[in-house]
C-alpha cells in the first residue's frame, strides 16, 4: 500500500494541510496513521464526506417569557 503526505494529500483534495491534519487527528480518515509528527494518508483513501451541519437546526430560538 502507498501512503501519502499531508501536503500530497491536501493538493489532491483540494483542501488545506492543516484541514487534512484535523481529519486525522479526528480519525475521519480510516487508515491514516501517524509516523512521529507527520501523517501518513493511504494513497486509495476517498475524501471523507463534509460532517457540518447545513439544515440550521442546531441553532436554539430565544424563548418568549
Not at 494529500?9 to 507527520?38: D, F, H, K
Request: hydrophobic share 30%.
Amino acid at each position: 500500500m502507498k501512503y501519502l503526505s499531508v501536503a500530497q494529500t491536501a493538493e489532491r483534495w483540494g483542501t488545506s494541510p492543516r484541514r487534512i491534519q484535523i481529519l486525522c487527528n479526528e480519525e475521519r480518515i480510516p487508515g491514516a496513521v501517524r509516523i512521529g509528527r507527520s501523517w501518513a494518508i493511504p494513497d486509495d483513501e476517498p475524501k471523507p464526506a463534509d460532517a457540518r451541519i447545513k439544515s440550521g437546526k442546531y441553532i436554539k430560538q430565544k424563548q418568549m417569557d
